[in-house]
Nanobody, 123 residues
Framework: VQLQASGGGFVQAGGSLRLSCAPS????????LAWFRQGLGKEREFVGG????????YYADSVKGRFTISRDDAKTTLYLQMNNPKPEDTAVYYC?????????????????WGQGTQVTVSS
């Protein structure tokens, strides 16, 4: 499945920003989804994910309580609501999909990726 991420930009620390991700020409039925991010000179890291079957969400400790992952009922769009972002959240954010009911926190577990959207948090 081809993914298209959008919604990145500049935001002040303490503000809010919402990222979106949509599949091209289909829905997310059958796919567990995740957001990853990669800061300059850093490894790609798991931000959070949502299970295809249960809708349960999982988060990295660094964003827990500040970021929320959701999807619409028709499974056509994935969201990442970023509240109270911090400068250390600055990164390129990627959505990813895997044909499974299980969310995993490793990038190698996902076979479909969006093109990435830059998020810059100013202090």
């Amino acid at each position: 499945v081809q993914l298209q991420a959008s919604g990145g930009g500049f935001v002040q620390a303490g503000g809010s920003l919402r990222l979106s991700c949509a599949p091209s020409g289909r829905t997310f039925h059958g796919y567990s989804l995740a957001w990853f991010r990669q800061g300059l000179g850093k490894e790609r890291e798991f931000v959070g994910g949502i299970s295809e079957s249960t809708g349960s969400t999982y988060y990295a400790d660094s964003v827990k309580g500040r970021f929320t992952i959701s999807r619409d009922d028709a499974k056509t769009t994935l969201y990442l609501q970023m509240n109270n972002p911090k400068p250390e959240d600055t990164a390129v954010y990627y959505c990813a999909a895997r044909r499974s009911i299980v969310v995993v926190a490793t990038a190698r577990g996902y076979h479909s990726w969006g093109q990435g959207t830059q998020v810059t948090v100013s202090s």
